[in-house]
């Protein structure tokens, strides 16, 4: 108020009242942009929530109905809550560490860590048929950006029931095809693991030209977005191998 009073008594055709109107404006301006923030961000953190549900429940499949619910919110909830029946946080070793919260944990801020250090996040899902899936979540880098997804994999621990990624900056066409459906479904049936031995690691490679027919672990690369199929094949190995000693504990 003491600027705006100051402001009615300065000459108007001064350099001085040019530059005190134009600061008062940025400090108006400033407040209601802060304001608008922190009345919006509840909903904003809601509908991150909402995306972050539907990414894990498209893993499964469980995903399909989201576009036409009339409540777009309650129905990915509900689902989720239905679906999502135990979520747990381990460390490299496969054990379980007490009271973390597996869905508020940032991937990115973990994979910066010394993997000894790291809180791994699962999400166990059992379907209407009984069956158990242990989804995975995945973070790694493209050409122009992060890419992250989820893969679930089969109560073996080895093969995958399926997968869903996506990505910030990947150009249309080229890179940005990891995120549809088609890429997507190769992985399904693909294993991590060589044969029926938990300990030998292998993951899954994205192959530029294609992988060989009925290869259990190849998948075929996207045409001319090179260094996102790779970017995703690491992305894969890396967060995957994390949870090797869990796999092997669980499976034991």
Same mark, same amino acid.
């Not at 904003?44 to 499964?60: A, G, P, V």
């Not at 030209?209 to 992305?235: F, Q, R």
């Not at 000693?245 to 034991?252: A, M, R």
């Given at each position: 108020?003491?600027?705006?009073?100051?402001?009615?008594?300065?000459?108007?055709?001064?350099?001085?009242?040019?530059?005190?109107?134009?600061?008062?404006?940025?400090?108006?301006?400033?407040?209601?942009?802060?304001?608008?923030?922190?009345?919006?961000?509840?909903?904003?953190?809601?509908?991150?929530?909402?995306?972050?549900?539907?990414?894990?429940?498209?893993?499964?499949?469980?995903?399909?109905?989201?576009?036409?619910?009339?409540?777009?919110?309650?129905?990915?909830?509900?689902?989720?809550?239905?679906?999502?029946?135990?979520?747990?946080?381990?460390?490299?070793?496969?054990?379980?560490?007490?009271?973390?919260?597996?869905?508020?944990?940032?991937?990115?801020?973990?994979?910066?860590?010394?993997?000894?250090?790291?809180?791994?996040?699962?999400?166990?899902?059992?379907?209407?048929?009984?069956?158990?899936?242990?989804?995975?979540?995945?973070?790694?880098?493209?050409?122009?950006?992060?890419?992250?997804?989820?893969?679930?994999?089969?109560?073996?621990?080895?093969?995958?029931?399926?997968?869903?990624?996506?990505?910030? &900056?990947? =150009?249309?066409?080229? @890179?940005?095809? *990891?995120? !549809?459906?088609?890429?997507? $479904?190769?992985? +399904? &049936?693909? =294993?991590?693991?060589? @044969?029926?031995? *938990?300990? !030998?690691?292998?993951?899954? $490679?994205?192959? +530029? &030209?294609?992988?060989?027919?009925?290869?259990?672990?190849?998948?075929?690369?996207?045409?001319?977005?090179?260094?996102?199929?790779?970017?995703?094949?690491?992305?894969?190995?890396?967060?995957?191998?994390?949870?090797?000693?869990?796999?092997?504990?669980?499976?034991?």
């Amino acid at each position: 108020m003491n600027l705006l009073k100051k402001l009615k008594s300065m000459d108007r055709n001064g350099n001085a009242y040019t530059f005190m109107y134009a600061s008062v404006m940025v400090i108006i301006v400033a407040m209601l942009l802060a304001l608008a923030s922190t009345a919006l961000k509840p909903a904003q953190n809601k509908n991150i929530d909402t995306e972050k549900k539907i990414e894990i429940l498209r893993s499964i499949g469980m995903a399909d109905g989201v576009e036409k619910a009339s409540n777009r919110h309650k129905y990915v909830a509900d689902n989720f809550n239905r679906y999502i029946t135990n979520q747990l946080v381990v460390n490299y070793k496969g054990d379980t560490i007490s009271g973390a919260q597996a869905f508020i944990i940032d991937m990115k801020v973990e994979l910066a860590k010394p993997i000894e250090q790291r809180n791994l996040p699962i999400y166990v899902a059992t379907l209407d048929d009984g069956s158990i899936k242990y989804i995975i979540p995945l973070r790694g880098r493209g050409l122009w950006g992060p890419i992250w997804g989820y893969l679930a994999l089969n109560n073996d621990l080895n093969t995958i029931y399926g997968a869903t990624f996506a990505h910030q &900056g990947e =150009t249309p066409g080229l @890179g940005a095809e *990891i995120s !549809t459906i088609e890429f997507q $479904k190769q992985f +399904k &049936g693909k =294993t991590i693991f060589e @044969g029926d031995s *938990i300990l !030998t690691f292998t993951s899954v $490679k994205v192959v +530029k &030209g294609g992988a060989i027919p009925n290869d259990p672990h190849g998948v075929d690369a996207i045409s001319g977005g090179t260094i996102t199929s790779k970017g995703l094949e690491s992305m894969l190995f890396d967060c995957l191998s994390a949870y090797q000693q869990y796999f092997e504990k669980l499976k034991n």
